[in-house]
Structures are given as structure tokens and as C-alpha cells.
């Protein structure tokens, strides 16, 4: 059975820097997926910045979603220094613009700023690209974490304390509660990403674990215990051939086929009428489909019997041309249209006189242009002696009033 592969190509997935971060890598990631400068992309998250905080925003999300990638090459002293000089940049305009716009005191904004910034240590400290295997390391981690905690802590205690802010109407408990949450919030966020990125991983282990053992499985059942009988039978060439089309065709169908049962599907019960006839006859069979009638179709009692007719009439054809063409293939097309379904059987074999066909042979008279007669639609055999042989039969897709008629009675 011949099949298509086809191949669709998606575009990269967007990751952050690992080995060459300054501060997350998000900057770096989006430069390296869209082929552009880094300078630029940070440019315009400090300007992002600017305008009420939407570049900060924008910069955390895609710090908490996208993962980090697989780059090893460290970013060079002068970037790095760069990168340092846009964010303060990026955070004295976030401040200039918070007090025009909201009037809020300095000590308000600059609280803000250091909740900002410790939060930013401790996520860059307990990302998963961030962690260290040396002991050394690993407490200068620990240590630059405990001082954003610090930070954050110490800037929600002077917002909550500052007698100017809009939380000294609330409360005390009530403003210490939302301090704790905000608190909470953002210290535990790389928790968050690890474990959202632990399940992630998991569940796509999972997916492929599943995938290998249902492949394993499959090619155990079939491919393997076909190798087998070809072993036993390598001495009889006739089967061996018989037997590795027979797992190409059912290893085809697995990989690129669908599960259409040939009783709900015209192209499954023609493509199993082939099977069938090149398993019992040891003639490989080519059976192109292009197009299908509906499961509606196939399942209207006022059509089952011309659909039968039909498939009944292939696989007449096959077997002729399987027995009588001495051709080593035999080419089978399926074509359904709007309003007709048109079968060809196409052998390049012995070929015959059809008017010299002898009377009492009822092959072709009666199994073929009889039933195809019968169901409403039209058989035409043609034969060239030397050139093979072709059986064109045509079924309309609605019933006739002939048919009808004969079907009510």
C-alpha cells in the first residue's frame, strides 16, 4: 500500500539563557529567537519600564513561563556592565514615573523599588539554572538570597508602617495579613516555577514512556513474529514474499493509516478487499484512494447493497486479474466523486479477446457487469491480448429511481 508522510515544521520554542543570563536571560532568550540584537530587546523592556512598569511586568512572566535553555558561553564583562546600566536606568525611570503619576512620597517608591529588587535576587538565586553543585557556591547562593528576603521584607514593613500611604486607613491586622501574602508570594515563586517545570518534564516522560512501550508492543506482536515465519520459511521464496508484504501493508496502515472499520469506510473495505486477494492469490496489489463517502453513507439501508455490490465487483476484478493476468502487480484506484465513485482494476498482464470469451464463462458477466448492473451503476471491461487488461466500474452516489423501486419491492 502506497502512503504519504507528511512533515510539519513548527517554529523553535522561545528559552531563556542559561549560561549567558545577566539577570534571568529573558532578554537574551528573545534576541537569540528572533535573530536580533540583545542591546535592542533590552532597550526596549527598559523603555517597557518606563510606562507604568509594563516592561517589568512583561520581563517576570516570561521570566516565570519560558524555560531555561541549554547555551553554555558566559556573556562578556562589557554586556554584562551594559546590561547593569539599562536596568538602573529601567528602575530610576519606574521610579521617576511612579511618583509623577501617583504623587507618592520617596519613601513609598523607594520601599517599592527595594520589594522589587530583593524579589529579583531571590529568583535569580533560586532559579533552577542559578543553583550550584560547589559547596562555595552554594553559600554565596544562600547568602544573596537571605539578602533579597531581607530587601523584600524591609520594604513591605516600610510600606506598611509609612504613616502616608494608602494602607494607613486599613487595619493593622488586615495590613499585616496582605504584607505576609505579598511577602509570601513573591519569595516562593521559584518554588513555583521548579515544580510547574518538575510536572511539565514528568508529564512529557510520561507521554514518551507510553509512546516506547505501545511501539515496543506493536512491533513485538507483528514486526518480530514475522521476522520469525520468514526464517522458518526462507526456503520458500513465494512465501517469504508473501509474508513481508503482508507486514509492510499492516505496518503502513499502523503508522500513517486511520481506524475506519471497511463496513463504516468505501476506501477501508476496498484497501481490505486488496489485502485479501493479495494474501490469498500472492500477487501484490496497489490500492490508491482519494476521497471517501461518508459512514452515513455506507451505513443507509437503501444503499448497503450497492456499496456491497460494489466492493463485491473490486474484488472480483482483483481476483481475475490475480488468477488469470500472470502479472506480478495489480493496480487498484478508488476515486470518489460528488456525485459518482469510480473503481479501476488495472493488470499489465496476458490480456484476452473480450468478445471471444466463451459463454459459459460467467466471471465477468455476472460477478462483475451483472452486480454492477444490479446495484445501479455500470461495468466496462476493456483487454488488449499481450497488454493487460483494465475494469472500470462506476456506482452514482445517490440511488436511482430504478434502484429504489427495486429495493421497496
Partial sequence: MRSELRTVTTAPRLHRRSGGKVIAGVCGGIADHLGVSVFRVRVIFVVLAALAGAGVVAYGLLWFFCPAGDDTAAVTPAERRQAYGLAVIGVIALAANGMVATSAPAQSMLAILFVLGGAAIVWREADVTGVSTHQSSRTITWMRMATGAAFVIGGLVVMVTAPDTALAGMPPIVIAVLATLVGAVLLTVP?????????????????????????????????????????????????????????????????????????????????????????????????????????????????????????????????????????????VYCEVADDQVDVFVRDRGAGFDVDAVDADRQGVSRSIRGRMERAGGTARVTSTVGRGTNVALTLPRAATPDQTDQEIA
Fill in 191 to 331: 518554588v513555583w516555577m521548579r515544580m510547574l517545570r518538575a510536572l511539565n518534564e514528568e508529564r512529557s516522560a510520561r507521554i514518551r514512556n507510553d509512546e516506547r512501550e505501545e511501539i515496543a508492543s506493536h512491533l513485538h506482536d507483528s514486526v518480530l513474529q514475522t521476522l520469525a515465519l520468514i526464517q522458518k520459511q526462507a526456503a520458500q521464496p513465494e512465501t517469504v514474499a508473501r509474508l513481508a508484504r503482508s507486514q509492510e501493508r499492516e505496518l503502513r496502515q499502523w503508522l500513517f493509516g486511520d481506524s475506519a472499520r471497511p463496513r463504516e469506510s468505501l476506501a477501508a473495505a476496498i484497501s481490505a478487499v486488496a489485502a485479501e486477494v493479495e494474501d490469498a492469490y500472492g500477487v501484490e496489489i496497489e490500492a490508491i484512494t482519494v476521497g471517501d463517502v461518508t459512514p452515513e453513507e455506507m451505513l443507509d439501508p437503501a444503499r448497503t447493497r450497492a456499496w456491497s455490490a460494489l466492493v463485491s465487483a473490486a474484488r472480483e476484478a482483483m481476483v481475475n486479474a490475480s488468477k488469470h493476468s500472470g502479472a506480478d502487480t495489480v493496480d
